[in-house]
């Protein structure tokens, strides 16, 4: 499969033309195969590689025979995440380069993207796994000494998904791909409310080709257990799609609300120990979360108990659970505006019917769960390591990680109970 690329450049039914930086991106067997052209296309001569040791067992010995002589770096995977020092560990290692080549999933692809905006280098993708949305996006969401943020980065000018490559990854990480992909259901919600209350822009085309992603996606939920060509390919594509979204939108609204929000929570480790889950797993179990609490907040929105709340700003002694304070403090940068000033009480009272109707959009937290563990993904908090009594904790703080307006922040306006 070829991404039509120029049909997504096209003038948008929105008003705008969306761009894209991505040049070519091919999913299919043999993909990888299509590297050395690339390479040859491009006139490059220092290309670098930058993958793991399992990495390198998957994918990173077959492109270093169709390029002999490529720079190797291979990273030690235990305890490897996207964060300051995966990025010391390329940059202890880099030395002179033309073009990075990413073969791996999601932390070697962040490191590398990271790491290629700060040489000013373009890079290449090639996945190991359908693991994560975000092989083409243009910024790398990293835990930088402790803080989980945007990091500036460069998108990949091209991206060589070998089937035969990713269909064999194990299949956890599928399952957390899935998992990540299927929180657009809660980050989609959140983009319309900010709409329809805000006005804030919105695109109707890109929302409609991820929610078709998502839906054939999850009509193949058994072959991605099983490694079936044909549904791993869809969920490369429902991911990719994703992070293109992302690229058209100029940031990462159209991907990521309340659902990424909580697994970003739990990332920084501000009310829970360290978590060995993969982001996907996360983001599954805060989509499970969040399409519960909007399920349930629909409900108060139409019932005679709706009212609104006399939030005066940012709970700043929430805030106190960061408890490192370099971090306390990007907290509180980040929420020196907060998005719920924007809010018109009036409007908000005016349009809670209709919200209603938008929270109802998101499936059911039951279903939810059956979709996730069908994958072989977790969907509740024990699945990955969390106790169930952080839930309103976790729903309460989360809003904070991100200066953004998600349905799970509006309830601040209200007197809903968590």
């Given at each position: 499969m070829k991404v039509?690329?120029?049909?997504?450049?096209?003038?948008?039914?929105?008003g705008r033309t969306h761009d894209i930086s991505v040049e070519e991106i091919r999913i299919e067997s043999g993909a990888a195969a299509l590297l050395p052209r690339w390479i040859e296309k491009k006139n490059y001569r220092k290309p670098?590689?930058?993958?793991?040791?399992?990495?390198?067992?998957?994918?990173?010995?077959?492109?270093?025979?169709?390029?002999p002589g490529i720079g190797i770096i291979c990273l030690d995977p235990k305890g490897l995440h996207a964060d300051e020092r995966a990025v010391a560990l390329v940059a202890e290692k880099l030395t002179e380069c033309d073009v990075l080549v990413a073969v791996g999933a999601g932390t070697v692809h962040d490191a590398t993207r990271y790491?290629?905006?700060?040489?000013?280098?373009?890079?290449?993708?090639?996945?190991?796994?359908?693991?994560?949305d975000g092989f083409v996006s243009t910024v790398a969401a990293m835990t930088w000494y402790g803080y989980k943020k945007t990091m500036p980065a460069v998108a990949p000018e091209a991206v060589f998904a070998d089937t035969d490559i990713f269909s064999k990854a194990p299949v956890r990480l599928s399952a957390s791909g899935f998992g990540d992909l299927l929180g657009k259901y809660t980050a989609l919600i959140d983009w319309k409310a900010g709409h329809l209350l805000t006005g804030e822009y919105f695109c109707d085309t890109i929302c409609g080709m991820e929610l078709d992603a998502v839906r054939i996606v999850s009509e193949n939920l058994d072959g991605i257990r099983t490694g079936d060509a044909y549904a791993c390919e869809q969920l490369m594509y429902g991911l990719i799609l994703s992070g293109l979204a992302m690229q058209m939108i100029g940031n990462s609204r159209p991907a990521s609300g309340a659902e990424h929000h909580l697994s970003h929570l739990w990332e920084m480790e501000a009310v829970n120990t360290h978590?060995?889950?993969?982001?996907?797993?996360?983001?599954?179990?805060?989509?499970?979360?969040?399409?519960?609490?909007?399920?349930?907040?629909?409900?108060?929105?139409?019932?005679?108990?709706?009212?609104?709340?006399?939030?005066?700003?940012?709970?700043?002694?929430?805030?106190?659970?960061?408890?490192?304070?370099d971090v306390k403090k990007q907290i509180e940068e980040e929420n020196a505006v907060d998005p719920l000033a924007d809010i018109d009480r009036a409007v908000l009272s005016c349009k809670s019917g209709e919200l209603a109707k938008l929270l109802r959009k998101v499936p059911a937290g039951e279903e939810i769960a059956m979709l996730l563990k069908k994958a072989g993904a977790p969907?509740?908090?024990?699945?990955?390591?969390?106790?169930?009594?952080?839930?309103?904790?976790?729903?309460?703080?989360?809003?904070?990680?991100?200066?953004?307006?998600?349905?799970?922040?509006?309830?601040?306006?209200?007197?809903?109970?968590?």
């Open positions: 039509d690329l120029e049909q997504l450049k096209k003038p948008c039914s929105c670098v590689m930058v993958c793991d040791e399992n990495t390198y067992e998957a994918a990173g010995k077959t492109v270093a025979a169709m390029l790491t290629a905006h700060e040489r000013g280098v373009p890079f290449i993708s090639v996945p190991t796994a359908a693991s994560v978590v060995d889950a993969y982001h996907g797993e996360k983001v599954g179990v805060g989509l499970k979360i969040a399409a519960d609490i909007y399920h349930r907040f629909a409900d108060y929105l139409e019932s005679s108990d709706f009212a609104l709340s006399d939030y005066k700003g940012v709970e700043t002694e929430l805030l106190t659970y960061f408890a490192d304070p969907a509740a908090m024990e699945d990955i390591g969390l106790s169930e009594e952080l839930v309103p904790l976790s729903a309460r703080l989360s809003p904070y990680v991100r200066r953004r307006l998600t349905c799970m922040r509006l309830i601040k306006l209200t007197d809903f109970v968590l």
